[in-house]
């Protein structure tokens, strides 16, 4: 079973920078898909960025051209690079994993996730 364990978030203001990493105890990231997620108080989880088995990337709108999702095989780690942070980023972000090579942007398609890690930008 992936085991995963985000880390990175803190507090940072607007156009700052934070890199997440998502941790997996077993070997996951070479072949399956991981999701980063996000969900701010009060509202729905959402889709971030996704990185499939074949290393191919997708992003949501609101990500495109601010973050960056890669990913380290020998370390069985994913990164999420974010760089012009805004206020509206604020949320706790997850990663997830399922068993398919294939990334999904709806977070019910994800099987097991991490504990989450708190980002929030102040303006």
């Known amino acids: 079973q992936a085991q995963l364990v985000e880390s990175g978030g803190g507090l940072v203001q607007d156009g700052g920078s934070l890199r997440l990493s998502c941790a997996s105890a077993v070997r996951v990231v070479s072949t399956y898909a991981v999701g980063w997620f996000r969900q701010a108080p009060g509202k729905e989880r959402e889709f971030v960025a996704g990185?499939?088995?074949?290393?191919?990337?997708s992003y949501a709108e609101s990500a495109k051209g601010r973050f960056t999702i890669s990913r380290d095989i020998a370390k069985n780690t994913v990164y999420l690079q974010m760089n012009n942070l805004k206020s509206e980023d604020t949320g706790v972000y997850y990663c997830?994993?399922?068993?398919?090579?294939?990334?999904?942007?709806?977070?019910?398609?994800?099987?097991?996730w991490g504990q989450g890690t708190q980002v929030t930008v102040t303006s």
């Open positions: 997830a994993t399922r068993r398919s090579v294939l990334a999904s942007t709806n977070y019910t398609n994800y099987a097991y």
């Open positions: 990185i499939d088995g074949g290393a191919r990337r």
